[in-house]
């Protein structure tokens, strides 16, 4: 595990919705970026706390979307992964700010 990703509130032992969405996509932990723990921390968050409901991957799904490593943009990035904010829904989910 990566320290950035212990600031980015994934902890030990990982909630039950953080496996569902690893093997929903088929990937390892370490196959996720940091602002990709930061993300899922903050829709658990927001699951729980503001909806009052269990987070789950379909409701993850509508917001979100998986965009393999590498891409055209990054070719370096060899077998990671970012989860990102569907196009056009800011304006759906909470606001706040990613690190670089």
Request: glycine share 8%; net charge negative.
């Amino acid at each position: 595990m990566f320290h950035l990703f212990v600031e980015r509130g994934l902890a030990l032992p990982s909630s039950a919705f953080f496996r569902e969405v690893l093997e929903y996509y088929g990937i390892e932990h370490i196959h996720l970026n940091p602002n990709s723990i930061l993300h899922l921390a903050i829709f658990q968050h927001f699951s729980k706390t503001f909806l009052g409901l269990d987070p789950c991957i379909d409701l993850f799904c509508y917001f979100f979307h998986l965009k393999p490593q590498p891409n055209i943009k990054s070719p370096a990035l060899i077998g990671g992964a970012g989860c990102q904010l569907h196009q056009g829904f800011d304006n759906e989910f909470l606001e706040y700010s990613l690190k670089d």
